[in-house]
């Protein structure tokens, strides 16, 4: 779809905006990529994890002495092997990544192996000998806050923690402004509703993967698929005791990431192995591990009240959030709690965000972390209001909605945002006045994310041909090297074609932030533009030398150096190709480079709207008709942006519908895999609309904004709305599956709902 602009000043730009074809696109269809699993190195050994069958004990022994005699093995390594490099201090990654005393969850790693096979490896495992001492555990939050549940963790608990709750509430957070008790007593109406959402995987195809090599003099290698080489390289580095300079960490292609592959689970157990065996370890980890040892999405608990006058007036809002994190601490309820009310223009908000620790894997980000939970409560009790009072939902919206100039309710004040022109465009559209059918319901939400900026460095070298090469640190999950060559092109006024992105490795650039966030092609996108000028004003230095007039009588357009008046004297342009086929008579090679720790990256916002059709008689919900609104900033490749918008929806389709964790009373994890963990597929959905806005963030010289995070949070709660409104039911405990919907409806037949 075509993006609308709202900005009658916009630029006029020549490559920004275009379609050009995917860089990787070859690569990937005719299998040539390589991904994590796909390195393969002379004298490559094969190692495999024992992990732990229950969901909380003390680790009496290990004894891994048959293991260790068994032919083909090379290394055994336990906790104990790291003790010669600790500082003394908790590290949450390697504690996560093997268990020290105790392990903490249904999958916890105990012991590695590594040997000449992978079947070796695995029949080694069977040999390791591990007394355990079972203890008590929690999975669920609100049991976890009990005074009486059992303590998953000791000594993570931070001093701004409201006494009376269990050692396992480890963190608080609280923000908002505004009478409270005030805005209430305002109000005509107030609802008052609990939701809880279970966790949710990433689902990304590629499981993790790695290849380490480390020698006695301590140097290694890491080959590994990940959102972040060089956060891989200062954590396993501080692991291992390294210099951070000793360490190279190459990333390979992603198999999909969605924020699951930003934290480290299994490149430390390799290095140590590969230490241990002096050859280089590769591995890859399982289905069933992928589910059970790395992060999902929290699950969470949650109080929601919300005030409105009849004629739709939001008068107060409060939100409790109870957010589970796994064994370990997180801050992703911080988060959510800035992000639940972030969509209004309120004069009394609160919100109030507890961590939880809980004997599941340490949870990691998932698309806009924390916010899609938040605000599919506070969407639902919004749309429940506008249903109570005879509201239209979408005209509520806009009458709160807010604009800039308005104090978030997380603190900030809003410069140029774009959800009124979004919930503008949804009222515009010709599915908002669709008619809908019997059975059916047409549910709306409200999106929003922070995105990151951060540390960010990017190299771009002219070649003597006038071609360009561009070198960023960041791992392309979401078409990033397409869009910064386009910038680099665009900038330097030349074809897409001739410019060539890299992800450099460790050592080739200095330091890069995860991808994550939506920060890359906002950040790294300013900084290639900054490197891009940088090579610009020395080029037309070297017009000048080629002229013998001041560097300041030269000028840059469309791809040449020309006099910058008729006073610089007459001169034919001078083409990139022409000047850096002279570069070196006039200084050697000519290059552009930018570091920045990138601020600007200004909110996103997005509306979903969607149809949905309950079969009764199952309870069943299918997606009939499903429309993405969102303000892109300035869409750099249409079509990607197009495609994480389609994606994000896809996945909350999923979250919304279908996808849970699943734990029996023992603990233990029951769904490790898409067989009973269900995804959506092709058959499940109906083609999702995208409609780009184009509201240009003032952070960034091209109006870019990030998008990939935004398009997970509406999903939830729309869908939500729909069924709600289908079936005349309120829903507030996700997912809603055809088990829970009859249920629910069955119920209300019955007089029991």
């Not at 190195?41 to 909380?56: D, E, G, Q, T, Y």
């Not at 490896?121 to 976890?144: F, G, M, N, Q």
């Not at 805005?183 to 993967?209: C, D, L, M, W």
Request: hydrophobic share 35%; with cysteine.
């Amino acid at each position: 779809m075509s993006p609308l602009n709202n900005n009658s000043q916009a630029r006029q730009f020549k490559v920004i905006g275009t379609r050009p074809p995917r860089p990787d696109g070859i690569e990937k269809v005719t299998g040539k990529a390589q991904y994590g699993a796909d390195l393969n190195v002379a004298n490559m050994l094969f190692a495999k994890i024992l992990r732990s069958p229950h969901a909380h004990a003390k680790v009496l022994s290990i004894d891994t002495s048959a293991a260790e005699r068994l032919d083909g093995v090379k290394a055994v390594i336990t906790s104990k092997d790291f003790d010669r490099f600790s500082s003394g201090q908790p590290n949450n990654i390697l504690e996560n990544s093997i268990a020290h005393q105790k392990v903490l969850y249904d999958g916890h790693g105990v012991a590695a192996v590594a040997a000449t096979s992978d079947l070796i490896a695995k029949s080694a495992l069977k040999l390791i000998k591990v007394k355990y001492e079972t203890l008590p555990h929690v999975t669920d939050v609100d049991k976890a806050m009990e005074k009486s549940a059992p303590i998953v963790n000791k000594g993570y608990v931070l001093e701004n923690v409201p006494k009376g709750h269990s050692e396992n509430v480890t963190s608080y957070f609280e923000f908002g402004h505004g009478d409270l008790e005030a805005g209430f007593s305002k109000a005509e109406k107030i609802v008052t509703r609990s939701f809880k959402t279970e966790a949710t995987h990433q689902g990304y195809i590629e499981p993790n993967a790695c290849l380490a090599s480390m020698t006695p003099d301590g140097k290694a290698d890491l080959w590994c698929c990940t959102q972040g080489h060089y956060n891989v390289r200062a954590v396993c580095a501080e692991i291992m005791g390294m210099e951070t300079s000793q360490l190279k960490v190459t990333a390979s292609e992603i198999g999909g990431g969605f924020g699951g592959k930003t934290l480290i689970y299994i490149e430390p157990i390799a290095l140590a192995l590969s230490l241990k065996s002096g050859q280089p370890v590769k591995l890859v980890m399982t289905r069933d591990e992928v589910f059970k040892a790395t992060g999902p999405t929290v699950s969470s608990s949650m109080d929601v009240k919300i005030g409105m006058t009849k004629d739709g007036k939001i008068t107060a809002g409060e939100a409790k959030l109870r957010y589970q994190g796994g064994a370990f601490p997180n801050g992703t309820v911080e988060m959510g709690a800035q992000s639940a009310f972030a969509s209004y223009d309120l004069k009394a908000v609160k919100t109030q965000g507890w961590n939880i620790l809980t004997n599941r894997p340490m949870q990691a980000a998932y698309r806009a972390p924390g916010a899609p939970q938040a605000i599919y409560a506070v969407e639902s009790v919004v749309d429940e209001l506008c249903e109570v009072l005879n509201l239209d939902p979408l005209e509520t919206r806009l009458k709160n909605a807010a604009k800039k100039g308005t104090l978030s309710s997380y603190g900030p004040t809003f410069d140029d945002i774009g959800l009124i022109a979004t919930l503008e465009a949804a009222k515009n559209h010709p599915h908002y006045s669709a008619p809908i059918s019997k059975n059916q319901g047409r549910g709306l939400s409200c999106g929003f994310w922070f995105n990151f900026g951060g540390d960010t460095c990017v190299t771009l070298n002219v070649n003597f041909d006038g071609t360009i090469g561009v070198t960023e640190g960041n791992p392309d999950i979401g078409g990033s090297r397409a869009s910064i060559s386009q910038m680099a092109a665009e900038e330097i006024g030349i074809a897409y074609e001739k410019v060539r992105t890299i992800i450099a490795d460790t050592n080739s650039l200095g330091h890069n932030e995860i991808t994550d966030g939506s920060r890359v092609t906002f950040a790294v996108g300013l900084a290639t533009i900054k490197a891009a000028r940088a090579a610009i004003k020395e080029m037309c230095k070297r017009a000048a030398m080629i002229w013998n007039i001041d560097e300041e009588a030269v000028r840059w357009e469309n791809g040449s150096a020309i006099p910058a008046g008729p006073n610089a004297g007459k001169f034919d342009p001078l083409t990139i190709e022409e000047i850096a086929g002279m570069s070196s008579q006039t200084g050697g090679p000519i290059a552009g480079h930018h570091e920045v720790n990138a601020e600007g990256a200004g909110v996103s916002f997005g509306v979903h709207l969607v149809d949905v059709e309950v079969d009764k008689e199952t309870g069943s919900s299918k997606i009939i008709r499903y429309t993405v609104f969102q303000d892109a900033g300035k869409a750099i490749h249409p079509s990607y942006v197009e495609g994480q918008m389609q994606g994000g929806a896809v996945q909350g389709i999923g979250w919304a519908l279908n996808e849970e964790y699943i734990y029996g009373d023992d603990g233990k994890l029951q769904n490790p895999g898409f067989l009973d963990y269900r995804i959506p597929v092709a058959s499940d959905l109906p083609m999702i609309d995208p409609v780009i806005l184009e509201i240009p963030n003032p952070g960034h010289p091209y109006g870019v904004r990030g998008v990939g995070e935004t398009s997970i949070v509406p999903p939830l709660a729309a869908i939500s709305n729909a069924i709600s409104r289908a079936t005349s039911i309120r829903f507030s405990d996700l997912p809603m599956s055809p088990p829970k919907v009859l249920k629910a409806i069955k119920d209300k037949q019955r007089g029991n709902g």
